[in-house]
């Protein structure tokens, strides 16, 4: 989205800073500003940040300062040694400010994770973008505010995109949308739904449907998630459309709790496993399992390609569970008819 030149002045930034010391917009009067809205347990934050550390690298030299403005989107998220472990596991080297009461985020009217600003030498806002996508356009913008500043200057041509499914042609499946745990904003298929702020036995039988998920066992329901309490067995069983899930989780009753891992009735195999998976023998089968110790986002499955499976989690008392995330991939077979569209105009 561009912005008319001269229209929008940005709001001053924060006080707690990652890889920099304080910064303003004033003292960076006379540079091009990226200002990046993330969390970093969020999915679709972590897949535009190959993009942002890039125009870093890139255009850091050239005119461009770019700024992470770190807003939590789960309590945990806001303390600064979590935000510093996931700056650092992610290999940003840009400035980072931490936004953890939302005063930026405020400031600049903003409404979702991620969203990119840019400013120009003059501190004026020139462009914006919500969401993924849109790596080339955000590119040139940058180009088109370092040329304002310095028209002679040699730029190289924009990147090509990290993904397949980054490209401008590409159409992706439909993949289910993100599914909360908590009872704020969450959607459990369980009959009577959830016992709100409290400790609760929970059951269901037979099919799970999708863009839901059910729960098994001795639950404890809060706002952002929901906590296996009690010794045990726990089970999440959901039933998804994609090509990997994700799912925010935490141990907050103890330094560590681990998740096994089942799709469609089996232990994950080498092929659809992640680098968050680990495999283990019980009783002689083999069981694959996640280790959770820090509070972030951890991967779960990936399929390579797209289709629907039923999911099923099982643990011990202490694990929180906060959000599930699915990617997709490309429709090779959508793709190709909007090709033969556009050649046949």
Not at 207 to 219: D, I, K, L, T, V
Not at 294 to 304: E, I, P
Request: charge should be negative; aromatic fraction near 12%.
């Amino acid at each position: 989205m561009r912005v008319e030149k001269g229209k929008v002045r940005a709001p001053e930034i924060g006080r707690v800073w990652l890889n920099s010391l304080p910064l303003s917009f004033r003292q960076l009067r006379g540079r091009a500003v990226l200002v990046d809205f993330w969390d970093y347990t969020c999915m679709n934050c972590i897949r535009t940040l190959p993009y942002v550390q890039a125009w870093h690298e890139r255009y850091g030299n050239k005119g461009l300062t770019v700024i992470g403005v770190h807003t939590p989107e789960f309590t945990f998220a806001q303390y600064e040694s979590n935000v510093e472990r996931g700056v650092r596991e992610f290999g940003l080297t840009y400035p980072v400010v931490i936004d953890s009461n939302y005063e930026l985020w405020k400031a600049f009217a903003n409404r979702c994770w991620p969203t990119k600003y840019l400013l120009d030498k003059d501190g004026y806002l020139r462009y914006a973008h919500f969401g993924e996508g849109a790596y080339g356009e955000c590119e040139e913008a940058i180009h088109e505010l370092l040329r304002e500043i310095s028209p002679g200057i040699s730029l190289p041509p924009v990147m090509g995109p990290v993904r397949e499914e980054d490209r401008s042609d590409a159409v992706c499946y439909p993949a289910t949308p993100e599914l909360y745990l908590g009872h704020r904003r969450g959607r459990l298929g369980n009959g009577g739904g959830f016992k709100e702020d409290q400790v609760s036995e929970y059951s269901f039988s037979g099919e799970p449907e999708q863009n839901c998920f059910y729960a098994r066992g001795e639950w404890a329901s809060t706002a952002e998630y929901l906590e296996a309490a009690g010794d045990g067995e726990h089970s999440i069983v959901l039933k998804y459309s994609g090509a990997a899930v994700n799912l925010v989780m935490a141990s907050p009753r103890g330094p560590s709790c681990s998740v096994v891992v089942l799709q469609d009735g089996k232990p994950l195999s080498r092929e659809n496993s992640t680098v968050d998976t680990r495999f283990r023998t019980v009783n002689g089968e083999e069981q694959s399992y996640v280790f959770v110790q820090q509070a972030k986002m951890h991967f779960l499955v990936d399929n390579h390609e797209f289709g629907e499976h039923e999911l099923e989690l099982r643990c011990r008392g202490g694990l929180a569970a906060f959000a599930f995330t699915f990617t997709s991939c490309v429709d090779p077979n959508r793709k190709a008819v909007s090709a033969q569209a556009v050649s046949q105009e």
